[in-house]
């Protein structure tokens, strides 16, 4: 019997892309941006050979890359237009980021751990979205109000209500999604600001997603 030849880069995307729409991601605009920028890449080195799979990835911090099915549906949620203002709450590996620049959205990303931050950052601009993308060592409850609002906000993790200052930066029409803790599960929750003081919530399915933290790490 002869050696196993290895699977190609090429083959390997493929392989990816499929495993995903056999989870219902069908979003093509998603799934081109997928093949555009290699979660490989964005993964520590030792975990590289898990990162075309559909499984969540180890990082520094106690923090983890999202399974990639899980980032289809959270961004599929955004229902993301070219040229909107994105905010992102926990840059991570800075994988989401790209994916949000891909798709057309300028984006400020914040991150309460700065050798998370620093590393993204390295990330993302050798991937070719650094001009498009404003990456911060900052903490994501509580935005800097310079700022101003965006179209759309993502929050990449659970928390027990979607605190206010990030309602505050969403635009009048702006969608957030991000995750709540109800009745002990995670589920996705998608709010819609309607006027100044009105917004619509709307809970989704239930997700794999680590807990958000508040603050901005002083330590890592």
Do not use: W
Request: proline share 6%.
């Amino acid at each position: 019997m002869g050696e196993e030849v290895p699977a190609s880069e090429g083959e390997r995307t493929v392989a990816f892309l499929l495993s995903l729409r056999a989870r219902g991601v069908r979003d093509l605009a998603l799934l081109r941006a997928m093949e555009r920028v290699p979660r490989d890449r964005f993964a520590p080195a030792r975990f590289a050979d898990l990162a075309r799979q559909d499984v969540s990835v180890p990082l520094p911090c106690g923090q983890t890359m999202t399974a990639p099915h899980t980032v289809a549906n959270l961004i599929g949620a955004l229902d993301l237009q070219a040229g909107a203002r994105v905010l992102e709450v926990g840059t991570g590996s800075g994988y989401v980021t790209a994916l949000l620049a891909a798709l057309g959205g300028e984006v400020v990303s914040l991150e309460r751990y700065r050798s998370l931050a620093l590393a993204a950052h390295e990330r993302v601009s050798g991937s070719g979205f650094g001009k498009v993308v404003d990456l911060r060592h900052a903490d994501g409850f509580q935005p800097d109000r310079t700022l101003g609002q965006f179209d759309r906000i993502l929050v990449n993790g659970v928390t027990h209500s979607v605190p206010e200052a990030l309602l505050m930066r969403l635009s009048p029409g702006g969608r957030l999604v991000g995750a709540l803790r109800v009745e002990g599960v995670a589920r996705r929750v998608v709010v819609t600001r309607l006027s100044d003081c009105q917004f619509d919530y709307a809970t989704g399915p239930i997700l794999r997603l680590p807990p958000l933290i508040p603050g901005r790490s002083q330590a890592l």
